[in-house]
């Protein structure tokens, strides 16, 4: 069964490449994040391109809750305990700038945008949401506190965020996709140091961002050892009550309720992929127990990567390439890092660097963020929501047990991945045995690329 957002919006198709092609930028993943990275780039004046291996918004993009929030679980009072109040000002600035320019697009598009307010409750007690709750007026956000929803069950309470949105994602991204290049079809094979091989010829680029949704290229970065799969459930009820808002548990595996148009959209049944429970069975259970007079319409589930530390990846695509010239969504290259890229033709240096950050318009958004890492890099949230936000952590753990000085990285998100990473562990393995070896750390080929989401 397809989610209702497949069902109830028509998206415009596009040709496969049919021979080799050079432009300024290519961005390869057709989700919502490389359709807004190849949509600002285009409106910014930049040559761009992008590829998608099957149809666009077919992914992840086209199986969420379609969110647009600042609020995601207690991430503040995490973020100031872990990074500092400054931190958590960043990440609260990089979300509502998002936020802001998602009012102005869709201003413009008929895709059922509405203002709603979001909500975080929690059943179990109120202690966790009074530490969040503290942490966000910290970071300048205006929650209020509330105990009493228009849920099927009692909450202990809840941490209400008002002005934040809601929208049909395939509706705004058939609206964005209209104008752009784009190439269907036509997958990402290997990178060769100078252009991406696809299955329908090369592409000669002078910057890539990787907007899949695993990273497809594995030789850098070791993603496989930063990120882990993590699957949820959705059920559009037809029959059940309008909840006048969007309502998530601050318990992973609990429950979220939005309304779209005459449905209710019911998601939970949450669990780490290849591990037992939750799914749709326990998800069907609480929609019998709670809606008992409801029909399931649509259901549909989606499969996010995780990272370690819960923030995304946005940025280079490994460190050790950050010397070649590589564009980072938000982040100005050419100042805080330290190296000297190749600079695009001229008068595209301004254009390139705005619109590398299509979901934060305002300079001194990008200015905040560029601090938050001393030059670093802001991030998006998953495909649901897709603010950007930022925050790295150092090297994780993971790999220092291998002992390698892991490259630290970019995001996911977006379209269908082009290809499952062939390198592994084996790979990694190996330029570990070198580093111990030699006592000098590897330098691998450098593709001129940006990982984002």
Not at 13 to 18: D, E, I, R, T, V
Not at 110 to 133: M, N, P, Q, S
Not at 430 to 446: D, F, I, L, Y
């Amino acid at each position: 069964m397809d989610s209702l957002w497949l069902t109830t919006a028509k998206l415009p198709s596009f040709p496969a490449l049919s021979s080799d092609l050079k432009t300024d930028v290519l961005v390869i993943g057709g989700g919502l994040c490389g359709l807004l990275c190849a949509h600002a780039l285009t409106e910014a004046g930049v040559s761009c391109a992008l590829i998608e291996a099957d149809r666009i918004m077919r992914g992840v993009s086209a199986r969420t809750t379609a969110k647009i929030t600042s609020q995601h679980r207690l991430i503040y009072d995490r973020l100031i305990r872990s990074r500092g109040v400054e931190a958590a000002q960043l990440y609260r600035e990089a979300n509502e700038a998002a936020l802001g320019r998602y009012h102005r697009l869709c201003g413009e598009i008929d895709c059922g945008f509405e203002e709603k307010d979001a909500y975080i409750f929690d059943r179990t007690g109120t202690a966790a949401l009074e530490r969040e709750w503290t942490a966000m007026a910290r970071a300048g956000l205006h929650a209020t506190f509330d105990d009493a929803l228009p849920l099927p069950f009692p909450v202990a309470g809840a941490l209400r965020l008002p002005h934040q949105a809601q929208f049909h994602p395939l509706r705004f991204a058939a609206a964005i996709a209209e104008g752009l290049n784009i190439f269907e079809q036509t997958a990402a094979l290997a990178w060769d140091g100078r252009a991406v091989v696809t299955n329908r010829g090369r592409i000669t680029a002078d910057k890539v961002i990787v907007a899949t949704h695993f990273p497809l290229f594995n030789k850098h970065g070791a993603y496989f050892l930063k990120l882990y799969q993590h699957r949820s459930y959705v059920l559009a009820l037809r029959g059940a009550p309008d909840v006048d808002g969007m309502y998530l548990d601050a318990q992973e595996t609990g429950l979220s309720f939005r309304n779209s148009g005459e449905f209710l959209l019911l998601g939970g049944g949450s669990h780490r992929t290849g591990k037992s429970g939750g799914g749709y069975d326990a998800l069907r259970a609480d929609a019998k127990a709670y809606y008992p007079d409801a029909e399931i319409a649509f259901r549909w589930a989606t499969q996010d990567c995780m990272t370690l530390d819960g923030l995304p990846y946005i940025g280079q695509y490994a460190r050790s390439l950050r010397r070649h010239g590589l564009w980072q969504v938000g982040h100005d290259p050419l100042h805080g890092r330290g190296h000297h890229p190749a600079r695009p033709r001229a008068g595209q240096e301004q254009s390139l660097r705005a619109a590398l950050l299509p979901l934060a318009q305002h300079d001194e958004a990008a200015a905040a963020r560029q601090r938050l890492r001393g030059g670093g890099q802001p991030a998006h949230t998953h495909a649901s929501a897709l603010p950007a936000h930022g925050l790295r952590a150092q090297m994780e753990s993971a790999g220092t047990h291998l002992g390698l000085r892991l490259p630290r990285l970019a995001l996911h998100a977006g379209g269908k991945a082009h290809q499952r990473p062939r390198c592994g562990r084996s790979a990694v393995r190996s330029a570990a045995e070198k580093q111990v070896k030699t006592g000098r750390r590897q330098k691998p080929a450098a593709p001129h690329m940006v990982f984002t989401a």
